[in-house]
């Protein structure tokens, strides 16, 4: 054996190496989507279902932006 192969998932290692900000960026679309999809399935009227869904998206973001900020990284 001249050598062992590690065994290990592209997936596992793009998985491990997201910040907390990668997945902000992922999870602000989502609300706005189940909300626009609850608008228009449901019985609630759109304007309700993407407000909602816009808060939650906002809280999100105020959160990355003011609770927990990038600190470290380049200077201007």
């Known amino acids: 054996m ?4 590690k065994l290990g998932s ?3 290692r793009w998985a491990t190496a997201l910040t907390y900000y990668d ?3 992922v999870l602000l679309p989502i609300p706005l989507l189940v909300g626009l999809f609850a608008g228009v399935t449901l019985s609630i009227p759109l304007r309700v279902g ?5 808060t939650l998206s906002a809280l999100i973001l105020a959160d990355a932006v003011f609770r927990n900020p990038p600190t470290g990284g380049r200077t201007a």
């Open 23 to 25: 997945l902000v960026l």
């Open 10 to 12: 592209r997936i596992a």
């Open 50 to 54: 993407v407000v909602a869904a816009a």
């Open 2 to 5: 001249m050598g062992q192969r």
